[in-house]
């Protein structure tokens, strides 16, 4: 049996799935300066690697793709146990 195989019957059971972009130090100043429609700079672009995760564990890998005009994820790789 295949591991898909045995845990098929948990297949309806909704999860959130985070995909952790980047992180910014910012001061509160810089914070309470912002309005609708600023824009917050970030270091990462296509084509860079970003951590899957599930409730806040790395479970794994992918990376940034521009679709048309929507950004997305391609998985490249899933954390196995150790």
């Given at each position: 049996?295949?591991?898909a195989?045995?845990?098929?019957?948990?297949?309806?059971?909704?999860?959130?799935?985070?995909?952790?972009?980047?992180?910014?130090n910012?001061?509160?100043?810089?914070?309470?300066?912002l309005?609708?429609?600023h824009?917050?700079?970030m270091?990462?672009?296509a084509?860079e690697?970003?951590?899957?995760?599930?409730?806040?564990?790395?479970?794994?890998?992918?990376?940034?793709?521009?679709?048309e005009?929507?950004?997305?994820?391609?998985?490249?790789?899933?954390?196995?146990?150790?």
């Open positions: 049996m295949t591991p195989e045995e845990i098929a019957h948990l297949a309806d059971v909704p999860i959130d799935l985070e995909v952790e972009l980047d992180r910014k910012m001061r509160i100043e810089e914070i309470l300066d309005d609708a429609g824009v917050i700079k270091v990462r672009s084509g690697n970003v951590d899957i995760l599930i409730d806040r564990s790395v479970v794994g890998f992918g990376e940034i793709v521009i679709i005009d929507a950004m997305g994820i391609r998985v490249t790789d899933f954390k196995g146990d150790d």
